[in-house]
C-alpha cells in the first residue's frame, strides 16, 4: 500500500540553525500538511498547501516557517532559525482530491533542539 | 475555535473485552471526523472516516459512530487483542476545501492485557 515517507526520523540541531524536515507524499495526492505533536501534547496543524502555494495555516506557522514543493515528488518543512520550543515530532500528511479523502500520515521526524 | 476531547485518557482491559473510546467537540459545524490509532514512536494511520451527513462506519472490528448535533463520536471496538494497544486519536474537519487541517483531541491510551 503506498505510503508517506519523511526523512530524517530524528534530527538534533543546536539552537539557531535553520532544519530542512523532507517529506514524501503518496504519488497521486494533491493535497499536502504538515502538522506538529509537542511530547505529551495533541497533533497541531501547521500548514496545509495545494497547487503549490499554501492553502492554510496555523498561528503557529509563523515567519520562521515556510514549505515548498521544489520537485514532483518532494514536500518540505523549512524551519529557519530554530528554538527549543520547536523541539517535536513533525508529521507529513497527504490526500487525493475529492471531497471526504482520508488525510495519510507519515512516521514522523523527531526534531530535538539543543 | 474547535476543541476535541477525548474520554477516557487512558484505559486497560483484558484481551476480549468490547470497549467504547468517546470524542467530543464543541462545535457542530464539522465536515468530517477521522479517527487514527498511533503507536509508540510512530505515525498516524487511518482507521475510520465518517462524513457529517454519516452517522457510523465500520471496518472489520471497529464501529465508529457520529451524533452531530451533540457534538460526539464513538469508537467501538469489538473482541479486543494485544495488538488494538495504541493510543487512539479523534479528529475533525471543519469545512470542505480541500486542504483543510484537522484537529485533534489528545487521544485514549489503551493497554489491552493478555
Known amino acids: 500500500e503506498p505510503e508517506v515517507t519523511q526523512t530524517p526520523s530524528h534530527q538534533v540541531t543546536q539552537m539557531g540553525q535553520e532544519v530542512i524536515l523532507r517529506c514524501v507524499p503518496i504519488?497521486?495526492?494533491?493535497?499536502f500538511y504538515w502538522y506538529r505533536q509537542i511530547l505529551g501534547q495533541k497533533v497541531e496543524f501547521l500548514v496545509s498547501?495545494?497547487?503549490?502555494?499554501?492553502?492554510?495555516k496555523s498561528e503557529i506557522f509563523d515567519d520562521q516557517f515556510s514549505v515548498e514543493r521544489p520537485d514532483g515528488s518532494n514536500f518540505t518543512l523549512k524551519i529557519r532559525s530554530t528554538k527549543l520550543e520547536d523541539s517535536a515530532m513533525y508529521f507529513c500528511?497527504?490526500?487525493?482530491?475529492?471531497?471526504?479523502?482520508?488525510?495519510?500520515f507519515g512516521d514522523g521526524t523527531r526534531l530535538s533542539i539543543l | 475555535k474547535q476543541e476535541v476531547t477525548q474520554i477516557p485518557a487512558a484505559l486497560s482491559v483484558p484481551e476480549g473485552e468490547n470497549l467504547v473510546l468517546n470524542c467530543s467537540f464543541t462545535?457542530?459545524?464539522?465536515?468530517?471526523l477521522q479517527w487514527f490509532r498511533q503507536d509508540p514512536g510512530k505515525g498516524l494511520t487511518s482507521l475510520l472516516l465518517?462524513?457529517?451527513?454519516?452517522r457510523e462506519q465500520t471496518s472489520g472490528r471497529l464501529n465508529a459512530s457520529l451524533d452531530k448535533s451533540s457534538g460526539r463520536s464513538t469508537l467501538y471496538i469489538a473482541a479486543s487483542q494485544p495488538g488494538d494497544s495504541a493510543t487512539y486519536l479523534c479528529?475533525?474537519?471543519?469545512?470542505?476545501?480541500?486542504?483543510?487541517?484537522?484537529?485533534f483531541g489528545k487521544g485514549t491510551h489503551l493497554i489491552i492485557q493478555p
Open positions: 479528529a475533525v474537519r471543519i469545512s470542505g476545501g480541500g486542504a483543510d487541517g484537522l484537529t
Open positions: 504519488s497521486n495526492h494533491l493535497y
Open positions: 462545535d457542530s459545524a464539522i465536515y468530517n
Open positions: 498547501f495545494y497547487n503549490n502555494e499554501i492553502s492554510e
Open positions: 500528511a497527504s490526500s487525493s482530491p475529492g471531497s471526504h479523502q482520508p488525510q495519510h
Open positions: 465518517i462524513q457529517s451527513s454519516q
